[in-house]
């Protein structure tokens, strides 16, 4: 089914029995010690599905949507927040949401920017660990390809060093940006909160309360930093889930982008001597 990478309600309303929904609502908590999660829940889906369990999703979802559960998703690691699965363990997670090869899925969040940041992450993991995927009830037989490293960038990746040889775009708030707000890791060597020639691009050029904005909207957002089709882009922020959405507008504006998983979380503690601008 060729359709647009964002797509209406009423779209999804008029074609709801040829799709497969996913929730991909996640609640913002601190992340997990890692050596316990490791014991306790690293490639265990089924252990993870019977006792992560998100109440956003319990109380309230759309009919027969199954939940992309970030928390079991992904794993945290010393570097990152979300530490990507191998396309193998990650298909073994997707088959127990019922996703089958084939599939067209539609992904959903909820909360702040109309749940875009969420869903978007979910929608750049199935593009950059898989190649396509969805669906619920049953066990599903759904497979990963590889990582598509197209997408995904790594921290010996960017040049942090020169970031002006590329467009580095920085999807946080601006109080983030700017250091009005504490960095959040206090343990860090850095001596600012943000990296020399980084362009402030936050979440809300893209979104607004009720999802993405327009196509035309964003590629005047996306003009209006200096930012053309064919130029070298690097999308991060926080932990990966803002620059995600970021990153999904840019697609759909024809821009290839890359995404920094790490983004600050690892900069912090892996590289603080990036983190060297502020104010």
């Known amino acids: 089914m060729a359709v647009e990478m964002i797509v209406e309600p009423k779209w999804v309303v008029q074609n709801f029995g040829n799709v497969r929904i996913l929730d991909c609502s996640w609640t913002f908590k601190p992340k997990a010690d890692v050596a316990e999660y490791k014991a306790k829940y690293y490639n265990k889906f089924g252990v993870g ?8 999703y319990l109380a309230e979802h759309i009919n027969g949507a199954a939940h992309f559960n970030f928390d079991i998703a992904y794993y945290p690691t010393e570097d990152e927040r979300f530490g990507l699965y191998t396309p193998e363990e990650f298909s073994s997670y ?3 949401l019922g996703v089958f090869n084939g599939d067209h899925l539609i992904l959903y969040g909820r909360g702040k920017d109309g749940g875009m940041a969420a869903a978007s992450r979910a929608y750049w993991t199935f593009r950059g660990v898989v190649q396509s995927g969805e669906s619920m009830i049953s066990g599903g037989n759904f497979e990963s390809k590889s990582v598509d490293n197209n997408i995904l960038a790594k921290l010996a990746d960017v040049p942090f060093g020169n970031l002006s040889s590329i467009k580095y775009l920085d999807a946080r708030s601006k109080e983030e940006f700017i250091g009005k707000v504490p960095i959040g890791y206090p343990d860090s060597k850095a001596e600012g909160v943000r990296c020399k020639d980084a362009i402030h691009f936050p ?51 024809g821009i290839v982008a890359k ?3 790490g983004g600050v979380h690892e900069l912090a503690y892996k590289a603080p001597q990036h983190l060297n601008t502020k104010g």
């Open 203 to 253: 979440i809300g050029e893209v979104c607004a309360a009720k999802g993405f904005k327009k196509k035309t909207d964003c590629d005047q957002a996306f003009a209006a930093k200096g930012i053309k089709v064919g130029d070298t882009v690097v999308i991060g922020c926080g932990i990966g889930v803002s620059a995600s959405a970021v990153w999904l507008a840019a697609a759909r504006s």
């Open 259 to 261: 995404l920094y998983n």
């Open 94 to 96: 997707v088959k127990r």
């Open 49 to 56: 599905m019977n006792e992560l369990k998100n109440p956003e």
